[in-house]
């Protein structure tokens, strides 16, 4: 592996309300901190081995010591990398129709993709026999985990695994869900309103978790050029659940960071008016470059991460170390900004460029 020179962190020193303070504008840090979404094992692994020198461990149902010592791993990689926080997911298990194909670059081989075509809820019958998940106190035992074995100074931003409407259109499917929006509204309300209600119980629990110090929930609702469905579709049934949501962490004192993918310059108004978030996640060049969104929301909200995957997955290191500096240089010096991917570290993306990141942004 290639020598970086500030990487790993043998003594990190995170804060993770410094973090905060810096997203939220109430502090103005010398440099941006950091700040990721997901980082896919298939990158994790090799940086728990040939990094940090540590064993990796694959988690195997049922079995408590795999799962704690992939939590520890877990821990172990978002602080000698340098951040202030852990980001955890998990969903609930909601049944969903997937299409599988090979994909090398996964840890396993193999890749999911969403069914666009085929639901597993397209009538009342599909509805009133689905069997729907119940929230469960085993539900929070990896949070809880997490938040008690943190090094100090650490804290733990969390998010149910997908958002509301990425559920939504996973159950109808694309297609179908496009469909009911004017054949079957009033299915599409139920199925909804049985989510956000799901979803609701995940977050009244996670937010009282001790060391719980963000919600940072994804929901991918755009694409290049528009949002994937019509701007009120998201307004009657999804947004109002992100409110909900946000109220929530806003009333435990904790910031409600969204993740979202595509072009939303329709619904940015109500994401920052009505829903509330505090910071928003996901930049792609060819819709937004993140220096341009911070020109335009930036006096509202917090703006993460903004290094561009095309660049991440296809550039030069001395390209990556340019766009990770010219984004600090430029975002970083008007404030409320986290230096990060533009969207996530997924199995694609070379492990030396995300190192080549993460190493710039800490010289």
Known sequence: MHKFPHLPIERAQPDCERFIDAVMGRVLPERPPLVEYLIDDALRKPIVTDLLGRTWVDPRPGDQPSWLAYMDNFI???YQLGYDFVRYE???PLAERYIMGDDPSRSNGIRAWNDLSHGT????QDFETFAWPEVTPAFFANYEYLARNLPEGMGLIVSHGGGIYEHLSALFSYEGLCMALYDQPDLVAAVAQRLGELFLQVYRQLVQIEGVAAVFQ?????FRTATLLPPEALRTYTLPWHARYADLAHDAGLPYFLHSCGNL????????DTVQIDAKHSFENAIVAADQFQALYGSHIGVLGGVDIDIL??????EIRAETRWLMESCGERGRYAIGSGNS?????PLESFLSMLDEAQR
């Open 218 to 222: 994804g929901d991918d609702m755009g």
């Open 345 to 349: 570290i997924p199995s694609y993306i």
């Open 313 to 318: 997955g296809r550039g030069s290191e001395a």
């Open 76 to 78: 172990a990689v978002w």
């Open 265 to 272: 310059t329709e619904i940015m108004p109500d994401l920052i």
């Open 121 to 124: 809820i397209a009538t009342w």
């Open 90 to 92: 998990q969903g609930l």
